[in-house]
């Protein structure tokens, strides 16, 4: 990531003028506010504002008029047992707004996810960075041979310096195009809003994205998650940590019950009990397809 000076001193002011507030603030949020964290070889995540913490959605849970209870341990319990049972309603009273700087091909995946509020960058409006991802050489893999949807070994040596000098060469040439199209010597040029088509998929756009608690965690459920790749989850893990200093009891919930926990099907449930009393189970007489099977074992052994 490469902030200009100018950017750096702007988070740097944002920082330091405080304001006196009678809302509930998070001390782990306020810590990381403004803050940008590097993603990727020019990607950031930073937050810009939020509202609640864990307090919040017990609040919201109870109805009540004041800040709920004082014992923690009774808002754990309470978090924990809104999670449990898909009581989702008082995490979207917690919102938070995220400034990213992705790659395109990034960002395609991200919008998918609708339940947000976005404001992308105007490349109509405005000319891009010359910035694109290049993978690091630990995440320039092969296709996979087992998953269609996934990556295998890594390339090595003379291969790998073949496909990254492509990835420079490609997106060099794009670039020095575009900003000959934009202008040619002093004359006016084709307009922005044409020129960026012909730019590579891995050139970085930024957005405001604000979503809420709940959404957040389906967000992050799936993108966190090793199904999904590599590039996204980089940026959905810097989230995980940004939202456990923000929300830690709802966070804690939502690792153990979510991300650590696992959806059990009814013959997933009939072939654990008929396993645990001693009968031996196969995909033959469980019921289950080969794939079920596959994940059913994959969890359980
Ligand atoms: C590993 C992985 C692989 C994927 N592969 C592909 C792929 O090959 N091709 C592809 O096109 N997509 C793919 N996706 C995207 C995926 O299908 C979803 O579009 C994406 O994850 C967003 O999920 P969502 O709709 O639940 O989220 P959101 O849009 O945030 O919605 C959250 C929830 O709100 C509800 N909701 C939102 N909008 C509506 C609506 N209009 N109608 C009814 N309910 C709504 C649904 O319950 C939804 O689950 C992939 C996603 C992952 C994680």
């Not at 893990?237 to 009814?266: H, K, Q, T």
Request: a negative charge; hydrophobic letters at 35%; glycine letters at 6%.
């Amino acid at each position: 990531m490469t902030l200009t000076p100018e950017q750096q001193a702007e988070i740097q002011e944002a920082r330091a003028e405080t304001r006196p507030t009678l809302r509930v603030t998070s001390e782990g949020m306020e810590k990381r506010l403004y803050v940008a964290h590097e993603v990727l070889d020019h990607g950031l995540v930073r937050v810009i504002d939020y509202m609640g913490d864990d307090n919040a959605i017990t609040q919201a849970a109870r109805v009540s008029y004041g800040k709920g209870t004082k014992h923690v341990t009774n808002d754990e319990g309470l978090i924990r047992y809104l999670m449990r049972h898909w009581h989702s309603t008082p995490f979207e009273m917690c919102e938070v707004k995220f400034h990213v700087k992705l790659p395109v091909f990034v960002a395609r995946q991200w919008i998918r996810h609708r339940t947000a509020n976005v404001n992308e960058y105007s490349a109509r409006y405005s000319i891009l960075d010359r910035e694109f991802y290049i993978p690091a050489p630990e995440h320039l893999a092969a296709q996979s041979t087992v998953n269609n949807q996934g990556r295998g070994e890594l390339l090595q040596g003379e291969e790998a310096q073949r496909v990254l000098d492509i990835l420079r060469d490609d997106a060099t040439r794009a670039y020095d195009h575009y900003e000959d199209m934009l202008s040619q010597d002093g004359q006016k040029g084709l307009a922005r809003e044409l020129a960026r088509m012909n730019l590579p998929a891995n050139v970085y756009t930024q957005w405001y994205w604000k979503v809420d608690l709940h959404n957040l965690f389906h967000f992050l459920r799936l993108r966190a998650d090793t199904h999904a790749q590599y590039e996204i989850r980089a940026y959905a893990e810097v989230m995980c940590d940004i939202v456990r200093d923000w929300v830690p009891l709802a966070y804690g919930a939502f690792e153990d019950y979510r991300m650590g926990g696992v959806n059990l099907s009814g013959k997933g449930v009939e072939a654990l009990k008929r396993r645990l009393a001693g009968e031996v189970v196969t995909q033959e007489n469980s019921g289950m397809s080969k794939g079920e099977w596959r994940e059913f074992e994959g969890v359980w052994g």
